[in-house]
């Protein structure tokens, strides 16, 4: 099987793909809901190679404006919602059994099952973000789709905190450690350093989602509307990340923007050119404001209606010049400055209420420190042969060669993060920017290194 797995991801790389269409098919058909009982079982990581693959290979569709098939399939066999179930198990399995499994130390063997648990929700989010971009998409999600609400909201309100709070801005700008620091780290300590960066990268994605469903609000069932616009009032929640962008920041007396998921010093005469996932909150809440149905529904109060007038201060030419409708909103703004948004139309509506998240909680409300203590034994700290197998499975998901030939980017080193020009010359799969960092990196490495290159040996 293993061989066949090498032999199709070295075909899709010579044909420029991860998947084939065929492929990207049957790996959809498979996808199914797994209960958080059996997160990082094998079950459960067959499946994240799945998604993580299918997420790779959608954003190669998008970049090469070819056949989006990934989309396709995903809509076709209606598993949209099953993705965004995925996504909700795996955010309440991190707030609920996550912290019972660091009092377990669960990484103390090994960091990597962690990692790619962890990592799981960037996967789906990044997937949910490519697809639904497209109307058809976010129509097949249906009433999942007020989980997903609820869940964006949880990330906005992470990024709004983070504008208002200095030492987060402090915190994302501290030197990298050095190698020492690093070695000196336990497990669990290199997990978190590893992963700290995580919740904003999904944030950042998820505001692009808000967008994609400001686009295509009209689409979606009924009561997702009212979730958005009065529940969580969406268009006064968006505000702060434009008059306080988390965004930017200094870092050393740099100016430094975060651009296409990196952190990138600029000129003080590109403070306000927009990044994508600045045009992207001006959109949404373009949409939200500028929508009939959206100003027909929305219950404007005095709160809400002097937070949105905070914008006013921040068009400048730079902006309108970029994104050109935006002197509609500007005209809109000051309109509402001299009077309030007429009454919402009032219309006979019972509430929908998400049902994913309500549901997993029923059933394992009182059960996060068993399924920690199960997991523990059967996923994160398991046997040579189980551990020989996951590590089969990782390497043939993340094939370097495959993705190097797809998604060219500079190598970092797996102590500093400083560009890295050597890899492990047994396993293929760590960098190093000198000499002193691989073999200080030795003693960590050396368990997974003989693991990978256990798998590489062909069978006897």
């Known amino acids: 099987?293993?061989?066949?797995?090498?032999?199709?991801?070295?075909?899709?790389?010579?044909?420029?793909?991860?998947?084939?269409a065929n492929e990207?098919?049957?790996?959809?058909?498979?996808l199914k809901t797994f209960p958080i009982k059996e997160i990082a079982s094998p079950g459960w990581l067959a499946q994240h190679e799945y998604i993580e693959k299918l997420n790779m290979q959608a954003h190669l569709n998008a970049v090469q404006q070819g056949e989006e098939f990934v989309m396709e399939a995903l809509i076709s066999y209606q598993?949209?919602?099953?993705?965004?179930?995925?996504?909700?198990?795996?955010?309440?399995?991190?707030?609920?059994?996550y912290p019972e499994l660091v009092k377990l130390d669960f990484a103390k063997q090994s960091t990597m099952t962690p990692y790619v648990t962890l990592y799981h929700e960037a996967t789906l989010v990044s997937l949910l973000e490519t697809v639904l971009y497209h109307r058809e998409a976010l129509e097949s999600g249906g009433d999942a789709?007020?989980?997903?609400?609820?869940?964006?909201?949880?990330?906005?309100?992470?990024?709004?905190?983070?504008?208002?709070?200095?030492?987060?801005?402090?915190?994302?700008?501290?030197?990298?450690?050095n190698t020492k620091e690093f070695l000196a780290m336990t497990n669990q300590q290199q997990l978190e350093?590893?992963?700290?960066?995580?919740?904003?990268?999904?944030?950042?994605?998820?505001?692009?989602?808000?967008?994609?469903?400001?686009?295509?609000?009209?689409?979606?069932?009924?009561?997702?509307?009212?979730?958005?616009?009065?529940?969580?009032?969406?268009?006064?929640?968006?505000?702060?990340?434009?008059?306080a962008s988390p965004w930017l920041r200094h870092n050393d007396d740099k100016l430094e923007k975060y651009v296409d998921g990196k952190w990138m010093e600029i000129a003080a005469s590109e403070r306000f050119s927009l990044s994508k996932t600045e045009a992207q909150v001006w959109l949404a809440l373009y949409n939200f404001l500028m929508e009939i149905e959206c100003r027909k529904k929305y219950k404007l109060s005095a709160g809400s209606r002097n937070e949105l007038l905070r914008l006013?201060?921040?068009?400048?030419?730079?902006?309108?010049?970029?994104?050109?409708?935006?002197?509609?909103?500007?005209?809109?703004?000051?309109?509402?400055?001299?009077?309030?948004?007429?009454?919402?139309?009032?219309?006979?509506?019972?509430?929908?209420?998400?049902?994913?998240?309500?549901?997993?909680?029923?059933?394992?409300?009182?059960?996060?420190?068993?399924i920690a203590e199960h997991q523990l034994h059967t996923a994160f700290i398991a046997d040579e042969a189980?551990?020989?197998?996951?590590?089969?499975?990782?390497?043939?998901?993340?094939?370097?060669?495959?993705?190097?030939?797809?998604?060219?980017?500079?190598?970092?080193?797996?102590?500093?993060?400083?560009?890295?020009?050597?890899?492990?010359?047994?396993?293929?799969?760590?960098?190093?920017?000198?000499?002193?960092?691989?073999?200080?990196?030795?003693?960590?490495?050396?368990?997974?290194?003989?693991?990978?290159?256990?798998?590489?040996?062909?069978?006897?």
């Open 312 to 370: 006013r201060g921040h068009f400048n030419e730079v902006v309108v010049d970029q994104i050109p409708v935006l002197n509609e909103l500007r005209r809109f703004l000051e309109e509402l400055s001299l009077s309030a948004l007429p009454e919402p139309q009032q219309s006979l509506l019972l509430e929908q209420c998400p049902e994913i998240r309500e549901h997993l909680m029923k059933v394992n409300g009182t059960k996060w420190k068993k």
């Open 24 to 30: 990207a098919e049957a790996y959809v058909e498979q």
């Open 386 to 460: 189980t551990r020989k197998q996951q590590v089969a499975r990782f390497a043939e998901t993340y094939n370097l060669d495959v993705l190097d030939s797809l998604f060219p980017e500079d190598p970092k080193c797996a102590v500093c993060g400083e560009a890295a020009a050597n890899r492990c010359s047994r396993c293929q799969t760590e960098w190093y920017c000198r000499r002193q960092c691989q073999v200080e990196h030795w003693p960590k490495h050396k368990s997974i290194c003989n693991l990978v290159c256990a798998q590489k040996q062909p069978d006897k």
């Open 1 to 20: 099987r293993a061989q066949l797995q090498k032999m199709s991801a070295t075909a899709a790389a010579e044909e420029g793909c991860v998947l084939t």
């Open 79 to 97: 598993k949209i919602p099953v993705l965004i179930h995925e996504l909700i198990c795996i955010a309440l399995w991190r707030e609920k059994v």
């Open 193 to 243: 350093d590893q992963t700290k960066n995580l919740p904003f990268d999904i944030a950042t994605k998820c505001v692009s989602i808000v967008r994609y469903l400001s686009d295509h609000i009209t689409s979606t069932p009924l009561g997702c509307m009212s979730r958005i616009l009065n529940t969580f009032d969406f268009p006064a929640l968006l505000v702060p990340l434009v008059t």
């Open 145 to 177: 789709l007020l989980d997903l609400v609820d869940y964006l909201h949880a990330n906005v309100v992470f990024l709004v905190a983070r504008c208002q709070d200095d030492e987060s801005r402090a915190a994302a700008s501290t030197k990298k450690l």
